[in-house]
Each structure stands twice: as structure tokens, then as C-alpha cells.
T-cell receptor, first 110, second 114 residues
Framework: RKEVEQDPGPFNVPEGATVAFNCTYS??????FFWYRQDCRKEPKLLMS???SGNEDGRFTAQLNRASQYISLLIRDSKLSDSATYLC???????????FGTGTRLKVLA | GAGVSQSPSNKVTEKGKDVELRCDPI?????LYWYRQRLGQGLEFLIY????????KSGLPSDRFSAERTGESVSTLTIQRTQQEDSAVYLC????????????FGNGTRLTVT
């Protein structure tokens, strides 16, 4: 079993829709959590860090559920420009390694 | 401020040649990472540098790959006797050495071995 798992998708949604992705992690010592987006043939870019109490940035909301060991990303009012691959990244306490999920592909359709 | 800078952006080389890729991290970021991403695949960890500590080279795929870093600044990744399977995007990232600090990536070097 991979340490970080994501549904690869693709998730095809119409513009304006709300879409949510989950990411599960297996190591309970995981401490830091992030969502990145990666456009085709580009580098990953930090979308948001995920805090214990959950956090929001505009149309994006991230949640952490430590008991069930997953994080989620909710995108409201989807735009065509949201089409990308969304990477879940987890870092264990006291280590320097960032563990990447394989990504969830989102396509927002006109 | 300035982000992570990588050069060259693209490199086409003949099989068997050596290549050198460069990464200039964000100023003040003591941690530096190299990753490889083949087309349609996930990120593959190669090597990690932290200050003057010994690097973690556990991800380097063969002895043809090596990397150096001068203090807390520029890093170079060298691939000797390149093979076609080395074709990929090589990504450099840096971060502060704190638990909750995210990684910041450069634009990558797209390497094509012909």
C-alpha cells in the first residue's frame, strides 16, 4: 500500500460545479499536509497548506481528518482554469521527506 | 521575491554525453531537493541537501547520477553517459527547515536524450 493515495480521476465537471478530492495517508506520524496543483508539463505549485482546523482560500477549502487519516480539497464554482492535476503531499514529523501522491486529474468543461 | 531558478530550461543531448543541471534555491532556504518526473508519471525523489550535513542520496537511480551543493546555495545535478531512459523533467525544490514549510519548485529542466 502506498503511503499517500489519491484517486487518479479524471474528474470531469461542468463550469460552476463544486468538486471534492480526498487523499488518504497511512503513517499516523504525518504532521504537515499540502495541496499542490500541477499543470501539464509544468512544475507543481503550492495551492495551500492544510491546517488542523481546516482552512479556506477563496473558492478552495482544505480539511484534515486525523482520526481517519485523510485530507480533502473542495473547489467551489469551478473555472476552466482549475483544470489541472492536484497533488496531495504529506510530511512526517521530524523528517525532511515529502511524500507525494500520484495526483488527481481535474477537467472543468465549458 | 525571487523563486527557485533552474537552468537550462531545456536540454537535448546525445546518448552517452554528460549533462549538468543547475539549481539556485530561494535565498535563506537551507533544504534543497532534486526530483525527476517522467512523462505522465509522479515525482521521483533523487537527493536531498540540508546545510553542511551529508546529503541523502538514496534516490539516485545509478552511479551515473551525482549532485553537489555549495553551502546553502547553488546545486548542480550531473548525469554521466546519458541514456534514453534519463529523458525526463528534473525538478529542483527548496524549503525552510521547519516542520510546516512547504516545498517551492523551480520551473524544471526538460532533458531529452536522443
Amino acid at each position: 500500500r502506498k503511503e499517500v493515495e489519491q484517486d487518479p480521476g479524471p474528474f470531469n465537471v461542468p463550469e460552476g460545479a463544486t468538486v471534492a478530492f480526498n487523499c488518504t495517508y497511512s503513517n499516523s506520524a504525518s504532521q504537515s499536509f499540502f495541496w499542490y496543483r500541477q499543470d501539464c508539463r509544468k512544475e507543481p505549485k503550492l495551492l495551500m497548506s492544510v491546517y488542523s482546523s481546516g482552512n479556506e482560500d477563496g473558492r478552495f477549502t482544505a480539511q484534515l481528518n486525523r482520526a481517519s487519516q485523510y485530507i480533502s480539497l473542495l473547489i467551489r464554482d469551478s473555472k476552466l482554469s482549475d483544470s489541472a492535476t492536484y497533488l496531495c503531499v504529506v510530511k512526517r514529523a521530524g523528517t525532511y521527506k515529502y511524500i507525494f501522491g500520484t495526483g488527481t486529474r481535474l477537467k472543468v468543461l465549458a | 521575491g525571487a523563486g527557485v531558478s533552474q537552468s537550462p530550461s531545456n536540454k537535448v543531448t546525445e546518448k552517452g554525453k554528460d549533462v549538468e543541471l543547475r539549481c539556485d534555491p530561494i535565498s535563506g532556504h537551507t533544504a534543497l531537493y532534486w526530483y525527476r518526473q517522467r512523462l505522465g508519471q509522479g515525482l521521483e525523489f533523487l537527493i536531498y541537501f540540508q546545510g553542511n550535513s551529508a546529503p541523502d542520496k538514496s534516490g539516485l537511480p545509478s552511479d551515473r547520477f551525482s549532485a553537489e551543493r555549495t553551502g546553502e546555495s547553488v546545486s548542480t545535478l550531473t548525469i554521466q553517459r546519458t541514456q534514453q531512459e534519463d529523458s525526463a523533467v528534473y525538478l529542483c525544490a527548496s524549503s525552510l527547515r521547519r516542520n510546516y514549510s512547504p516545498l517551492h519548485f523551480g520551473n524544471g529542466t526538460r532533458l531529452t536524450v536522443t
